[in-house]
């Protein structure tokens, strides 16, 4: 509590009402699988995939954060209007260059003021 | 006060020391100069163009903030160690997909947190 | 740019609404005038002295700012609805307790969503 | 994943190591059991609370997040040297004022740069 949720693959799910809601609000962690140690490594996170979500300003996605295992790399707060406004849908996306030591495992939070807080499956990168 | 900082031309600058300190520190939008309504649109933030920043634990890049005139799109905090940490260096870098229905002045703040705030210079974005 | 607007003293300005605008949307650093170095010392900030803001999903205070000198110490970011929600205006308070180790100017930013940001005189605290 | 660690009665943990890193890192939401709806309602989060926790570049409590059921009201972003800088201990406070309209049940999160994400028991507000 607060409830966490989490993404579910959306072909499992069988009323269009619920796949539109669950994957709007799911955060994708999109990158290589492999990164070079020492060099800059873009990571980005897009909100929703195939469906987009509203923009209204009593309901929109103001929080973006990416998490390497338990560590907190980055946040990205958003404001009210930055896809469109009152009326619009869009993917919230931010992309971080980072730059990696080791093997890591990224994991995203989005936060939909309305909906709460939403957690991406995580995603392994290998580091040579 | 806070001192707003904001970019010199490091041509015009003199000493290499000098040229590193402004240039690390300086934010740059980078972005097309044309932009579709209502179709999402990336906007980098690079701080630092020919020099890189330390990422040190009590000196790094821990804000980037981008302003569309006088509104606040999105912020993104960064923690030290996203660019490879203690002894490393190097450029933070956040690009932030947005919608525009109008032409557009972004302007980018970053703060370091050794030396205060730093201002970009604006870019104007037409939108057709 | 941003512009960054300075508190002026209403009691100097004549016609009510622009007193009420200038107010509401000026941040206020309220703390004692000496602090005990290495003890837990309260700073407030609040925005509006004599007049309430809105808060409205379109228009609220959204990110309160205290800076020590150049130095960010601390920065909160509020959710529309934290002041009663649509309809309702308030005060946006933030305390925030800091360890001083010797003489602090503290500045505060606040940032409205339609009013931009605004800037509070500096009030300077003696450390002992 | 990220691991969200839940305070745990440290009158039932028996390492006094162990007590004090629980302690140090938990969050605790203190404020009155009762509001009226439409006023100012003081909400502290106090992380830590027999214990301090340390203060320094590579290891301090950086973010303070207050939650009404789902919803996220508010969140502090904390810099290193707020609690004295480095070798310095201390527990990170801060108040959000809020106003209440129907009953509230708050909880906080806190994240530590080393030790990861906090999240506090919940307090049940009852709003006449």
């Not at 669950?22 to 999109?30: G, L, P």
């Not at 800059?40 to 103001?62: E, L, M, N, R, W």
């Not at 790399?73 to 260059?97: C, D, I, P, R, W």
Request: net charge negative.
């Amino acid at each position: 509590m607060p409830k966490i949720n989490r993404y579910e693959d959306i072909d499992q799910v069988e009323r269009e009402a619920k796949k539109d809601y669950i994957d709007r609000h799911s955060a994708f962690v999109q990158c290589a699988s492999e990164a070079k140690a020492g060099e800059a490594f873009a990571v980005t996170v897009k909100i929703g995939d195939q469906y987009a979500h509203p923009d209204d300003t009593d309901h929109y996605i103001s929080t973006v954060t990416l998490y390497n295992k338990d560590s907190k790399l980055a946040e990205a707060t958003l404001f009210a209007g930055s896809l469109g406004g009152q009326g619009a849908k869009g993917n919230t996306e931010v992309t971080f260059n980072v730059v990696l030591e080791k093997d890591a495992t990224f994991v995203a939070h989005a936060f939909c003021t309305k909906h709460g807080l939403w957690e991406s499956d995580s995603v392994e990168v290998k580091v040579a």
